[in-house]
Structure formats: C-alpha cells, structure tokens
C-alpha cells in the first residue's frame, strides 16, 4: 500500500499512542517517542514494523509517540493510520487480512 497523504490516529493519553505517516523518501523511516523505550523499544519497533509488513507499506515516514501502549493498540493505531492516509473507509479487513 502506498501512503498518499500525511495521517494521525490514537491519543496522548495514558495507554495510548499517536501514529503519524506520511509519504516516505523510499523504505521505512521510524521516529519513535515512547516513555518506556527502555523496557519495551525493541517490541514497540517489532510491532510497528510487523504491521507495516502485513499492510505492504515499505515506503513511509512514520511517528509513533508512545505513553505505554499495548502491542494491540500499536497495532491498532498504525492500521488506522495507514487507512486514513488512503482514504480506505469501505471493507476494512479488521481482524482478517490483518492477524
């Protein structure tokens, strides 16, 4: 999938984290903010870039500011954000082509 317009999803809140993408220079480029990067920085990176993956993003430029959130919200925020940037509203694939 190709990111055509910058995009944010999730929060700042406690448990939450805000994703934002944005049309890439060519591959993955990750600037990641999170308040427990030292205990959990190698899976929070793990997750966002599986994600990427499965969605077949490999050109972005991707923010995550993370306040502790959970794989499944990560998950859950990059998916979203990558949609809102292709402006996918219809048949989204929860939970189907996105283990």
């Known amino acids: ?6 995009a944010i999803a999730g929060t700042l ?8 993408v944005e049309p890439g220079d060519g591959g993955i480029e990750l600037d990641l903010d999170s308040s427990v990067i030292r205990q959990y920085g190698k899976q929070i990176r793990k ?3 599986s994600t990427l993956e499965r969605l077949e993003v490999n ?3 991707i923010t995550v500011v993370d306040k ?3 794989d499944c919200t990560i998950k859950a925020r990059v ?3 990558v949609y809102r ?7 989204l694939p ?3 082509a996105i283990v």
């Open 1 to 6: 999938m190709v990111i055509q317009k910058p």
């Open 13 to 20: 809140e406690s448990s939450d984290c805000m994703v934002t």
């Open 47 to 49: 997750v966002i870039f």
């Open 59 to 61: 050109d972005v430029r």
């Open 68 to 70: 502790g959130a959970l």
């Open 79 to 81: 998916e979203c954000a």
């Open 85 to 91: 940037a292709n402006d996918v509203k219809d048949h």
């Open 94 to 96: 929860w939970g189907g």
